[in-house]
């Protein structure tokens, strides 16, 4: 009787740290989260002299915002080439006028970070 006990109890802890590892495996190896950008078209209000900040004016409206670029936004030229150069053809420091879509994420604030909106993308259609 006491061997019996002794192996359902070995059993039980085997299956137990089977079904941790099982779930700690499953859970490593969950997809991360992803962001569908929100398409805004507008035209520039200006360029920052060192060309990553802008204003923006969606079409349509009279409301401008202002934008950061990082060195690696991916974009896109007028012939409908995808670059990943850190110089955006159509985002030359002091440059205006021009007309763009960019790729906007929004985050929310979160452990003490504060939210932003982020370009993802910058299509230069001028």
Same mark, same amino acid.
């Given at each position: 009787? @006491? &061997?019996?006990?002794?192996?359902?109890?070995?059993? #039980? #802890?085997? *299956?137990? #740290?089977?079904?941790?590892l099982?779930?700690? *495996?499953?859970?490593?190896?969950? +997809?991360?989260?992803?962001?569908?950008?929100?398409?805004?078209?507008?035209? +520039?209000?200006? +360029?920052?002299?060192?060309?990553?900040?802008?204003?923006?004016?969606?079409?349509?409206?009279?409301?401008?915002?202002?934008? @950061? *670029?990082?060195?690696?936004?991916?974009?896109?030229?007028?012939? *409908?080439?995808?670059?990943? &150069?850190? &110089?955006?053809?159509c985002?030359?420091?002091?440059?205006? @006028?021009?007309? +763009?879509?960019?790729? #906007?994420?929004?985050?929310?604030?979160? &452990?003490?970070?504060?939210?932003?909106?982020?370009?993802a993308?910058?299509?230069?259609?001028?």
């Amino acid at each position: 009787m @006491g &061997s019996t006990r002794v192996y359902r109890a070995l059993f #039980v #802890v085997a *299956l137990s #740290v089977i079904l941790v590892l099982l779930g700690f *495996l499953i859970g490593a190896n969950r +997809v991360g989260s992803s962001a569908t950008p929100r398409t805004i078209t507008g035209k +520039v209000g200006l +360029v920052g002299i060192n060309g990553d900040e802008f204003r923006l004016t969606p079409s349509g409206s009279k409301v401008t915002t202002s934008y @950061g *670029l990082s060195t690696n936004t991916p974009w896109r030229d007028s012939q *409908l080439v995808w670059n990943s &150069s850190s &110089s955006i053809s159509c985002m030359r420091p002091l440059s205006h @006028g021009q007309v +763009v879509t960019i790729g #906007v994420v929004y985050t929310e604030p979160t &452990s003490g970070a504060f939210g932003t909106a982020l370009v993802a993308w910058v299509e230069c259609t001028s």
